[in-house]
């Protein structure tokens, strides 16, 4: 679908459920943050999730690619996250996580992780319970928020964005060699988007009702009023049908 950009009056939508997935780097944090931040909503950040259980498991020493391993240890560290869209938190047994879960280490070994039905099936639950009890409305992105985790949403938006952009954005948050390394970066998250589209249990798909933007030739800012605009028409129609 083409979304055209509007200009309406900003309004606190009442408690509306949106959905944003998408591959990696196509701008889905800095989407839901920025639009939660705007409309008063709050925000959930489920890859911080997957994260953080699989940097609690390279922690305790389990091997994240004997799936068995894993799925045995999935109910035992306490993740909180916090949906504030200024200031989100997630910690682990009581620590912050926020640093440690963006380590080279845990995005390698993520997708092994996410990839455990036990461990979806514990985070999924998880992500229901904070967005039924977001009272002010919730933005909940990652991967299969629309298809699996919250299929009733108010609205449900896939980004997507051209390897070499996602490349370059990428490129410009690290430092040092790796900043000028955009061949192995794409060729990085290009192995990530495989892993997470082919496996079986809930992968990295478009629900078949979701709006779908390619955000390579548009500035974060354009993407940001595309879907607040989006937001906000769902909200009335919600209202319309509440
Ligand atoms: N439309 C855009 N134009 C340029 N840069 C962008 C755009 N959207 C996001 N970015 C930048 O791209 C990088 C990746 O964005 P972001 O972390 O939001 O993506 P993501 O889809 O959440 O990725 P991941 O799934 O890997 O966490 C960030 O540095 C962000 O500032
Ligand atoms: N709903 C989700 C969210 C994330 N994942 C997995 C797959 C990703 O590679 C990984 C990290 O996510 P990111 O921080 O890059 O958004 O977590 C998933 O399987 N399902």
């Known amino acids: 679908m083409f979304v055209t950009v509007e200009t309406a009056a900003r309004t606190a939508p009442a408690a509306v459920i949106v959905a944003i997935d998408g591959p990696s780097g196509t701008g889905k944090s800095s989407t839901s943050k920025a639009v ?3 409309l008063g909503l709050q925000y959930l ?19 994240v690619h004997d ?13 909180i996250s916090g949906t504030d869209p200024r200031t ?35 985070l999924t639950e998880l992500q229901r319970t904070i967005a039924r009890s977001a009272e002010r409305g919730v933005v909940v992105e990652g991967r299969d928020i629309g298809t699996t985790v919250l299929p ?11 390897a070499e952009a996602r490349a370059a954005r990428r490129s410009g948050e690290l430092t040092g060699k790796e900043a000028t390394d955009l061949a192995a970066t794409r060729e990085a998250l290009v192995k990530r988007d495989a892993a997470d589209s082919g496996r079986k249990t809930s992968p990295l798909a478009k ?10 030739e548009l500035t974060l800012e354009q993407v940001v009023e595309c879907v607040v605009t989006l937001v906000e028409k769902a909200a009335r129609r919600a209202g319309q049908t509440a």
Request: charged share 20%.
């Open 36 to 38: 939660a931040a705007q």
């Open 45 to 63: 950040d489920t890859g911080a999730q997957y994260r953080a259980i699989t940097w609690w498991m390279l922690n305790n020493g389990i091997d």
């Open 67 to 79: 799936a068995e391993a894993v799925a045995a240890a999935a109910d035992k560290p306490a993740i």
């Open 88 to 122: 989100p938190t997630i910690t682990v047994d009581g620590a912050d996580a926020s640093g440690p879960i963006r380590t080279q280490q845990v995005t390698s070994a993520v997708s092994a992780v996410s990839a455990v039905p036990e461990v979806r099936a514990r």
């Open 152 to 162: 009733d949403a108010d609205l449900k938006v896939f980004l997507t964005a051209s």
């Open 207 to 216: 629900a078949a009702d979701a709006d779908e933007v390619d955000t390579t």
